[in-house]
């Protein structure tokens, strides 16, 4: 075999090679990609409201953020452990109050806002990838994700992480949602640290009693300027 076919037979097999390469990298990235595409889905689906009875709670080291929807009617509780202050707000398409109390009773305040500020968001990171994405990101998703299986809170999950450990995500098998998250994040002093989220989702959980108001007799009542100064 003179050496032209040798050169031509060897950049044959290396294509060859490739194209397996890439077909088994986008087998293993389709995968990653669908159960991050399906959670991200019902992310946005509980933030758009298409589920008008839904609990959800979030806790991390910084605090917890609890919301209840019911029959058009949101109510979110955001503790901020830092600043150890409790906003709760109640909207819907007639009404939204805000109220803010400290840990220490020295706030006691409550505002009301205008309703075309509304947001009926309940997750604030959504979505993680998009109905859009192509065979590239794919391809980087099964390059830079490894999935496995692990039970937490006696419940089967994928476990998808980066392999810088930047992110990993542990999602419900059954419903495909979150039940944790880690993620590196800057803490107040500069450090890089991993904070852990952890996830409490619930359909046709929540009753009329847990979206009612709270007893206004002991808030004061302020305009919503002073209400955001205190809430800062």
């Known amino acids: 075999m003179n050496k032209k076919k040798k050169l031509l037979l060897i950049v044959v097999l290396v294509i060859i090679v490739l194209i397996i390469a890439t077909a088994l990298l986008y087998r293993s990235g389709k995968k990653k990609v669908d159960i991050l595409m399906e959670m991200s889905k019902k992310m946005f689906e509980l933030n758009e409201g298409k589920d008008d009875n839904v609990y959800m709670k979030s806790e991390s080291d910084y605090g917890y953020t609890e919301v209840y929807r019911y ?4 109510k979110s509780i955001i503790y901020d452990k830092n600043a150890k202050k409790k906003n709760t707000s109640i909207y819907s398409d007639v009404e939204d109050i805000d109220y803010l109390e400290s840990d220490d009773g020295t706030i006691k305040i409550m505002c009301n806002r205008d309703i075309e500020e509304v947001d009926n968001s309940i997750l604030e990171n959504e979505p993680f ?14 390059l ?17 992480r980066f392999l810088d450990n930047s992110e990993i995500y542990y999602i419900d098998k059954e419903t495909l ?11 107040d002093n500069g450090k890089e640290i991993m904070d852990t989220t952890n996830y409490d989702i619930q359909y046709n959980v929540v009753t009329k009693d847990d979206v009612q108001k709270l007893d206004e007799i ?7 300027t002073e209400f955001d100064r205190y809430y800062e």
């Not at 830079?144 to 998808?160: A, F, P």
């Not at 949602?177 to 803490?187: A, E, H, Y």
């Open 71 to 74: 029959s058009g009617t949101t």
């Open 129 to 142: 990838v998009n109905n859009e994405s192509n065979i590239f990101e794919t391809i980087f998703y099964g």
């Open 144 to 160: 830079n994700l490894r999935i496995s299986d692990e039970k937490v809170n006696n419940k089967e999950c994928y476990v998808l």
């Open 177 to 187: 949602l979150p039940i944790k998250m880690v993620g590196k994040s800057i803490d």
């Open 218 to 224: 002991e808030f004061t009542l302020v305009d919503e």
